[in-house]
């Protein structure tokens, strides 16, 4: 080879090589500097609500350890479909987030048949970031001091029993109405606008029964205004270990929760979930959210991206098949 191609050969090889490196180098600082610019975590509840509690909370942690601004914007709508459609559009960079509840992700969507959002498709899951239990609580007066005396007092007179909720599609109405699909009962749903004036009824005596949040009734369960029949959970709750379960009193095989889930957008690359689950997890350790989720009547489990997805995944089959043997329609 001649010496003039030589040189010219060689030059061209160590540009190359020279442009491989810097694109190597550049990749490598991409992915080690996120974030480098505000995140934003879409919230589809107004504020103040157990959805936007949990975004803010831990909005402010990762603001600390992320040494950049992480933000609650609130979008609400459709029981939370209107954020989540506008994050499953978002660019999957780690960026746009958002705060999904059992209601947005897996009730939601099969409910409102109009929506073309699907959770398991569209969404990648960054970490679990909190659990609220429900209790089956009953006005004082009522002759029900156990979960068979409600399925025994359901099974003599059809329809009879009037349960409250927050809304049509809310944990407490799908909680009552998988309670009664497994105890092969009928009652019937009354629907509020909220959770406080169904449990003000409770109090009242107007309604039967519910299916609220613990942390919504526990000051009426501790003064006797209202009487804890059984909670949701699995197992028993530190906070009231003396309330049974639903599951070892009636129902082997009955769970249901009020969970909270930070999600991202289809495509957001592993080690950005990683690294996002990674703060997450170290945030819900910290002592000052132990205390606050304690007081909100929560608890939180570690989760990996991967549970978190197999979990909505479980929990979409699970609602959605509830939704169709009760017949249950989203309000007009």
């Not at 107004?46 to 909005?59: E, F, H, Y």
């Not at 990674?278 to 819900?284: G, I, P, Y």
Request: charge should be neutral; glycine fraction near 8%.
């Amino acid at each position: 080879m001649p010496g003039s191609d030589y040189l010219r050969w060689l030059l061209g090889r160590a540009f190359a090589l020279a442009l491989a490196v810097s694109a190597a180098i550049t990749a490598t600082a991409g992915s080690t500097s996120f974030p480098d610019r505000p995140i934003r975590i879409i919230v589809g509840f107004s504020a103040g609500g157990g959805t936007d509690v949990i975004a803010r909370i831990l909005a402010q942690k990762l603001s600390e350890t992320l040494n950049q601004s992480v933000i609650v914007e609130n979008r609400t709508g459709a029981s939370g479909l209107i954020a989540a459609e506008a994050v499953a559009k978002a660019a999957p960079d780690g960026y746009t987030l958002m705060m999904g509840s059992q209601t947005t992700l897996a009730v939601a969507p099969t409910l409102y048949g109009k929506s073309a959002l699907d959770p398991a498709r569209d969404f990648a899951g960054i970490a679990m970031a909190g659990i609220s239990p429900l209790v089956l609580v009953v006005h004082p007066s009522s002759p029900a001091r156990s979960v068979e005396d409600v399925i025994a007092m359901a099974k003599a007179t059809p329809g009879a029993i009037n349960f409250g909720s927050g809304g049509v599609g809310t944990t407490p109405h799908m909680a009552a109405e998988l309670f009664s699909l497994l105890a092969g009962i009928r009652m019937t749903h009354v629907a509020y606008r909220g959770e406080a004036p169904a449990i003000n009824d409770l109090l009242g005596g107007q309604i039967a029964l519910m299916f609220p949040n613990l942390s919504a009734v526990m000051g009426n369960v501790q003064a006797g205004a209202l009487r804890a029949l059984a909670v949701t959970s699995s197992t028993r709750l530190p906070a009231t270990p003396d309330i049974p379960t639903i599951a070892e009193t009636a129902i082997p095989e009955f769970e249901a929760a009020t969970w909270f889930a930070l999600v991202a957008p289809a495509g957001t690359t592993p080690d950005v979930r990683a690294r996002l689950n990674a703060e997450v997890r170290s945030a819900l350790a910290q002592d000052d959210v132990k205390r606050r989720f304690a007081q909100l009547g929560m608890s939180h489990q570690n989760s990996t991206p991967e549970n978190l997805d197999a979990y909505v995944k479980a929990e979409i089959a699970k609602w959605t098949r509830v939704i169709k043997e009760a017949d249950i329609h989203a309000a007009e």
